[in-house]
Structure formats: C-alpha cells, structure tokens
T-cell receptor, first 112, second 116 residues
C-alpha cells in the first residue's frame, strides 16, 4: 500500500497570504490528524478528522482550519499567515480511532 | 491537563550498547495509550512501539522494549544492541482512550546519537 502523501512538500508564502495543504491517507484509513512541528514548540496537535467530522482540535487560533472529504483525503488551511506559522506540518492517518498513526513526510511551510 | 515530559533532550550511545530513553506523563485517566515514535533526520516519523495502559505486560518489538510503570506514570524505551540506523529524534506520546478531548500529546523529544 502507498503511504501517507502530503502535497506540496515545500511552500514559501508571504505574511498575510493564505495556504492550503493536502494530505492523502493510506487507503482504507478513516482517521486523519494534523500536527505542527517547530524547533521551539515541538509537535503540537492541530486537529483530527474521522469520517468527515472534526473530532477535536488543538489550541490554535481560528486561522487554522481543516476538512476531510468522503474519500478520507484531508486539507488544512491557514489564513492570514504570520511569521510564526513557519513550520513542518505533518499529517498522520490511522485505520480507526486509537490505532497506530502513520505519518506523511510533511509540508515545510516558510512564511516570509 | 495531560502532559508528557522527556527529560533528556539529547543522548549518545556506543554502537551495540543498550540505551534507555525516559518519559513521564501526567494524567488522571485510567485508560490510555502510550507510544514511542522515531523521526530519523529528514525522514518520516514512524511508530516504534505502543502500549495499552490496561496491559501489565511491557510491549516489545525486536530490539525495542518499554518499561511501563503505571503507578509512577513512567514509560521508558530501551533500545538494545544499538545500531547506526537508530540515530533519530524519539518522541513519547500519550492518548487517552476515553472519547472526550482525546488528542495525542507528544513530549519534546530526545535526540539519540549513535557513536560508531
């Protein structure tokens, strides 16, 4: 089976712009989670989707949003980008809730 | 609120030796999951080992094993016969199994260096 894929892999944006990141889970996986990874804050949970429903969300401002489609693919959107949003954004999928998560390679977002 | 603490930001071990990475967590829940993930340099994060809190037996995966002390809220990872490919950032993670606010919480990580 193909692993979790994330597109794009690298992205450079300017402050104030918005960005959409995409995640394709492993075939058959119904749960998708998003994380932000930075050197200072480490790995922080953004949100989790299961069967197109957001189950929970981390402590991030409303500028961060996401959605999951019927084929389990997920997107996350960040509006009005700030310099502090520069990070590696990781997507992870699992077969069901509470199962092992399989991570994608991440999208490296740089905000200038 | 649940927290996960990895007190060793960096560790080094000689190839073929054994190393133990520490992880402590704080929770008031009785049912939960604990994980160790490995993130090699510039490579994807992968699951190393998983432990269900209700299981008393420590999980083992080949050269990787855990020492799960529920009362002490400790979950250390032991890597035996260390290999160069074990060099990575290791993250300890916690997830409650209760269906409310059950996001995964990660520790800050321990960077493991393998000395040839």
């Amino acid at each position: 089976k193909a692993g979790v894929t994330q597109t794009p892999r690298y992205l450079i944006k300017t402050r104030g712009q918005q960005v959409t990141l995409s995640c394709s889970p492993i075939s058959g996986h119904r749960s998708v989670s998003w994380y932000q990874q930075t050197p200072g804050q480490g790995l922080q949970f953004l949100f989790e989707y299961f069967s197109e429903t957001q189950r929970n969300k981390g402590n991030f401002p409303g500028r961060f949003s996401g959605r999951q489609f019927s084929n389990s693919r997920s997107e996350m959107n960040v509006s009005t980008l700030e310099l502090g949003d520069s990070a590696l954004y990781l997507c992870a999928s699992s077969l069901e809730l509470y199962y092992e998560q399989y991570f994608g390679p991440g999208t490296r977002l740089t905000v200038t | 609120a649940q927290t996960v603490t990895q007190s060793q930001p960096e560790m080094s071990v000689q190839e073929a030796e054994t190393v133990t990475l520490s992880c402590t967590y704080d929770t008031s829940e009785s049912d939960y999951y604990l994980f160790w993930y490995k993130q090699p340099p510039s490579r994807q994060m992968i699951l190393v080992i998983r432990q269900e809190a209700y299981k008393q037996q420590n999980a083992t995966e080949n050269r990787f094993s855990v020492n799960f002390q529920k009362a002490a809220k400790s979950f250390s990872l032991k890597i035996s016969d260390s290999q160069l490919g074990d060099a990575a950032m290791y993250f300890c993670a916690y997830r409650t199994s209760m269906n409310r606010d059950d996001k995964i919480i990660f520790g800050k990580g321990t960077r493991l260096h393998i000395l040839p």
